[in-house]
């Protein structure tokens, strides 16, 4: 037997009519993907708040990136949408006509998204400053969060994959899609069959290498790539075929040990400018009696929470959660940052006795929360100020400029819709808000967990708000 908990099915102006429950409720049952699965569904109104309908709302169940929906309210209502992150260049010692006799210092407080050449111009600022000779070390610090660089449920495989990299206070992206502490590899044919393929790696230092064993092969031939990075080394391993011709293959590789890897390209960026430092590279602490050179400031919140949200960016979560650790309670690590989420929430609408939190960014196959929490949130902080710049972050359905669209560029263009997704193995979630054509806006959370397939889960989340939007009627 099937039991669906929800109100008494009758018509009222912004609610279903009166065919609605039976609707969802054949769909529930019949849909044979969600046979053996389990399945979650809140729908509220947008306007008081009530429950229009829940199927097993209260049970606690994985919500996926959909976890990223509390990092991000709790985020905005901490730091605010203004809030930027730095990094500073300091300096120990004394300094003489072009002669530094100390140490330069670059400094990390947790920025999603720092970028080369973010660190390039912070090395011109050195040489403007009338610095070319170092007569001493180059030390990065990464201090602002603690040395856990993964968190406590990442799985193993997930080690080298971009959505797994480490996290430092210290750290940078490929590119403006800004996944932090990895590298974009861009892998090309070969000009005939038979030859190695062409590898590219941006922002190579060193001590990054690859190993290239893919063969080209004949155009009509299938493509196998491998890419993968050994445990504990900057060593990408890339293997397989690939079909002369064809479209250049793009994948992003979590580095190891992302501090020693800024350290490397900032380096580089001074040896560039002209600087010469007699000392080595290493990691250590800014001294309290240091000098203040440069810094380089972030982009606000608001612009960051976008590739956080429409690209389901996990890095930027996790080091969001170290980040109100360190603020709130003077540590940058993920007991404090969950801490401080389970102190804010309860002031956004969210029960937290019936939540587990293990991270900032969904990734945990522990966590866990009930649809009815996602819903709440969702209709309890469209009274905050910051509200606009969160609904501006989620993914906007059918709309294909990727920083709009999101993770829904290519699903339910016909609808009004901004959600966030999720995915996991086994688990697929939508959770946001739909607004008809005659202006009512509902509050939607859809979790499905133990999916033999989690990428049908999406096309079960589009029925199901598809039969949502059949049944809003009426006006405000």
Not at 85 to 105: A, H, P, Q, W
Not at 124 to 140: C, F, H, M, P, Y
């Amino acid at each position: 037997m099937i039991l669906i908990s929800c109100p008494a099915t009758k018509s009222f102006a912004g609610g279903f009519d009166e065919t609605f429950q039976k609707d969802m409720q054949k769909y529930i049952q019949e849909e044979p993907i969600l046979k053996g699965a389990l399945t979650g569904i809140s729908i509220r109104s947008a306007r008081n708040g009530e429950v229009l309908f829940e199927y097993n709302g209260d049970v606690r169940m994985r919500p996926a990136s959909n976890l990223k929906l509390l990092t991000t309210a709790v985020s905005l209502s901490i730091f605010g949408e203004d809030y930027r992150f730095k990094t500073e260049v300091r300096i120990k010692g004394e300094k003489s006509g072009t002669f530094l006799d100390g140490n330069l210092y670059l400094k990390g407080y947790g920025d999603p998204t720092l970028l080369k050449e973010n660190l390039s111009q912070l090395a011109k600022d050195v040489r403007k400053s009338g610095i070319t000779n170092i007569e001493g070390d180059l030390i990065a610090d990464d201090s602002w969060f603690d040395d856990i660089r993964l968190s406590k449920d990442l799985v193993w495989s997930d080690e080298s994959a971009y959505y797994g990299a480490q996290i430092s206070a210290l750290t940078v992206s490929p590119d403006d899609d800004y996944d932090t502490g990895t590298v974009l590899v861009t892998i090309s044919s070969g000009n005939r069959v038979g030859e190695p393929a062409k590898i590219q790696v941006s922002n190579k230092t060193k001590n990054l290498k690859i190993i290239n064993q893919v063969v080209t092969v004949s155009p009509d031939s299938e493509k196998e790539l491998f890419i993968g990075r050994e445990h504990g080394t900057n060593t990408i391993i890339i293997k397989g075929l690939l079909p002369l011709g064809v479209t250049a293959e793009k994948e992003w590789v979590a580095i190891w040990e992302p501090t020693q890897y800024v350290l490397e390209l900032f380096r580089e960026e001074l040896v560039k400018q002209g600087i010469n430092i007699s000392g080595t590279s290493k990691i250590g602490k800014v001294p309290k009696d240091s000098n203040i050179l440069t810094n380089h400031f972030s982009a606000p919140l608001s612009e960051i929470l976008l590739p956080f949200l429409k690209l389901s960016n996990n890095g930027h979560g996790e080091m969001l959660v170290k980040q109100l650790g360190r603020v709130k309670k003077g540590e940058g690590s993920w007991e404090k940052g969950i801490e401080v989420m389970y102190e804010q929430l309860p002031k956004l609408g969210v029960d937290v006795k019936s939540l587990m939190i293990r991270d900032g960014s969904g990734i945990s196959h522990v966590n866990l929360i009930p649809a009815n929490e996602l819903s709440s949130l969702l209709f309890h902080i469209q009274q905050e100020k910051w509200f606009p710049v969160f609904l501006e972050s989620l993914p906007v359905a059918g709309y294909k400029e990727k920083m709009i669209g999101g993770t829904l560029r290519d699903r339910m263009g016909t609808l009004n819709i901004k959600a966030k997704t999720g995915t996991l193995t086994t688990v697929s979630s939508l959770c946001g808000y739909l607004k008809t054509e005659q202006g009512v806006t509902v509050i939607f959370s859809i979790l499905l967990n133990n999916l033999l397939d989690e990428e049908k889960g999406k096309q079960i989340e589009d029925e199901i708000v598809e039969i949502v939007s059949q049944h809003v009627n009426g006006s405000r």
